[in-house]
């Protein structure tokens, strides 16, 4: 199983971005697919969660400015970032706990940078 994250790049503040990941390999069943964050010297932080069943978890600073979403299949996490500013910058990370031949599991996206700067 593998996490491929992509869509980021640099924006302007007060721009939208859109983050993809793409899970794939023999996937039975996902539990719950998020996005996590992270600048140098601190710890990767929660941005938003989605599970397969139950309501979907923002960090308190990008409610209402991000909206976290997958394709019909399930496998496709998508993260819609709008009126961005600078404090969004960091790492992206991608995230998904599911059940592939390999028993159930926590995977890990490549990570994307996402620059908000002028």
């Known amino acids: 199983v593998q996490l491929q994250a992509s869509g980021g790049g640099l924006v302007q503040p007060g721009g939208s971005l859109r983050l993809s990941c793409a899970a794939s390999g023999s996937i039975f069943r996902v539990n719950v697919m998020g996005w996590y964050r992270q600048t140098p010297g601190r710890q990767r932080e929660l941005v938003a969660t989605?599970?397969?069943?139950?309501?979907?978890d923002y960090a308190d600073s990008v409610k209402g400015r991000f909206t976290i979403s997958k394709d019909a299949a399930g496998h496709t996490l998508y993260l819609q970032m709008n009126s961005v500013t600078p404090e969004d910058t960091a790492v992206y990370y991608c995230?998904?706990?599911?059940?592939?031949?390999?028993?159930?599991?926590?995977?890990w996206g490549q990570g994307t940078q996402v620059t908000v700067s002028s």
């Open positions: 995230y998904a706990n599911l059940l592939s031949r390999s028993g159930w599991k926590d995977y």
């Open positions: 989605m599970p397969s069943s139950g309501p979907t």
